[in-house]
């Protein structure tokens, strides 16, 4: 029998990531170049697709030689803004709508007293651009147990957006186990992203029904690696590939479904193009096609 190929139910670009390829591409077509202040997606297909439209990548202003410049749907703190509108350059804000959302929520917060913590990695571009919107009152956390200061009393706790819900839920519990003792005042907020959470869903429940699971996406997308741990712990074996032609024939020997979930910066086409390659790279269909052509 021929290998059956699942594709999860949610994967590939989210809402966000396909909000700002639009938003750049229609900049681009109308109005010429564009700099993106760091990448718009973390795959090198699309930018690879992104810079012959006219959307270069470059990590920040010193690199700009375009009247116009991008920011990206991770979004960006407010010395961006002010040095864009400084260098009279066009802005394409990008940023999505959800992590604007906590951009606002810590402006907010830090101006009512709240020390803001957002759960997270401190090297992310969201993240760093959510913590530039505390003016220097808010912090960081990987970990619930990493040291913190509580100087006034009052807590908000947001998170980055690609954390899982759960992920999100067990920092606030233990948080507030370590340090309720110093803490008057706690606000969470979920700034959580539900379409991640649903691609983490769709990958668990097809990782649990077939014999390998093929996640795409690029190695640099943290996302990506997510998705791939999610797919392991689920018990399957899995491989994380950026392209269709990284997939070995070997991987297919002895599978009968294969799963095929994708990263919230992977396009469409990648995904096609995999599920197409494992059909031909299906070592049970080329033996069958030996066993006619021997007959
Ligand atoms: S993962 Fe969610 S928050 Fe991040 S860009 Fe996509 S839709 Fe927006």
Same mark, same amino acid.
């Given at each position: ?6 594709? &999860? ?7 966000? =990531?396909? %909000? ?32 012959? %439209? ?44 959800? =992590? ?12 009512? $007293? ?23 009152? $808010? =912090? ?7 040291? =913190? ?23 606030? &519990? ?57 797919? *392991? &712990? ?8 950026? %392209? ?5 024939? $070997? ?24 599920? *197409? ?8 269909? %080329? ?9």
């Amino acid at each position: 029998m021929a290998i059956e190929v699942r594709t &999860a139910s949610a994967l590939g670009f989210c809402f966000g =990531v396909r %909000r700002a390829i639009e938003m750049v591409e229609a900049a681009a077509d109308e109005q010429g170049p564009i700099d993106s202040l760091g990448s718009i997606v973390h795959n090198p297909v699309v930018a690879e697709r992104l810079q012959r %439209r006219g959307v270069g990548i470059v990590p920040g202003f010193a690199g700009v030689t375009s009247p116009r410049v991008a920011i990206t749907a991770h979004g960006a703190g407010p010395e961006v803004y002010r040095t864009a509108t400084s260098g009279k350059l066009d802005l394409v804000d990008t940023t999505c709508p959800i =992590v604007a959302r906590a951009q606002r929520a810590a402006r907010r917060l830090v101006n009512s $007293g709240f020390k803001v913590i957002i759960f997270g990695d401190e090297q992310h571009p969201e993240v760093r651009g959510v913590l530039a919107w505390t003016r220097g009152r $808010g =912090v960081v956390l990987a970990d619930a147990a990493d040291p =913190v200061e509580i100087p006034r009393r009052k807590v908000a706790l947001l998170s980055q957006t690609t954390k899982s819900q759960h992920a999100f839920t067990d920092f606030v &519990a233990r948080f507030l186990e370590l340090h309720i003792d110093r803490i008057n005042e706690v606000r969470v907020i979920n700034t959580t992203c539900p379409e991640t959470e649903d691609r983490y869903e769709a990958a668990r429940e097809l990782a649990r029904e077939v014999d390998l699971m093929i996640v795409i996406g690029g190695r640099n997308s943290a996302n990506t690696g997510k998705l791939a741990g999610t797919c *392991r &712990a689920a018990g399957v074996e899995t491989y994380q590939i950026e %392209r269709e032609d990284e997939i070995q024939r $070997g991987w297919l020997e002895g599978r009968r479904v294969v799963g095929v979930t994708a990263g919230a910066s992977t396009p469409d086409e990648s995904v096609t193009a995999v599920v *197409r390659r494992i059909k031909q790279l299906d070592p049970t269909a %080329r033996r069958k096609e030996d066993t006619a052509r021997a007959g």
